[in-house]
């Protein structure tokens, strides 16, 4: 379990009380492997090795990490982007909140409508929202 703290600094829950690590980040997700993900105060996209962040280049406002391992973020343009493992690959749209469940990213568009990408592009799915969250299948 990871958190951001009042103060921006990022935390891990270790068991029993909550560490402390380097660093100031806005938005969070961990992947499957326990690793978190984050956008920094400086906008920038960030991996934890398990020591440091290391920058994974661009610009977000805001990151989701599937079950998959998939890694999507929220330029600070308000476009989508996917990690490809090495860098970030643009995709079609306008986002203001992600989630990634197993297989895809959701997405509240612009518009305030939830979105699913299907791979090559986001299918609207009705409604209208301000925010998304996913939760996990046992």
């Not at 499957?32 to 993900?37: A, F, L, N, T, V």
């Not at 997405?107 to 990408?117: F, H, L, N, R, V």
Request: charged share 20%.
């Amino acid at each position: 379990v990871w958190i951001i703290g009042t103060g921006k600094a990022p935390y891990h829950w270790n068991g029993s009380h909550w560490i402390r690590k380097k660093g100031c980040i806005e938005r969070l997700d961990v992947d499957p492997k326990g690793r978190p993900w984050a956008i920094g105060c400086d906008k920038q996209p960030y991996q934890w090795d398990g020591s440091s962040w290391i920058a994974r280049g661009g610009a977000g406002l805001d990151i989701g990490v599937g079950a998959d391992g998939s890694v999507w973020i929220i330029g600070t343009g308000k476009a989508p982007y996917h990690w490809n493992g090495s860098h970030w690959i643009r995709k079609k749209g306008c986002i203001t909140r992600l989630d990634v469940d197993r297989k895809a990213a959701w997405a509240i568009g612009c518009d305030k409508q939830p979105y699913q990408w299907v791979g090559s592009g986001w299918v609207a799915r009705g409604g209208q929202g301000l925010d998304i969250g996913i939760g996990g299948k046992p």
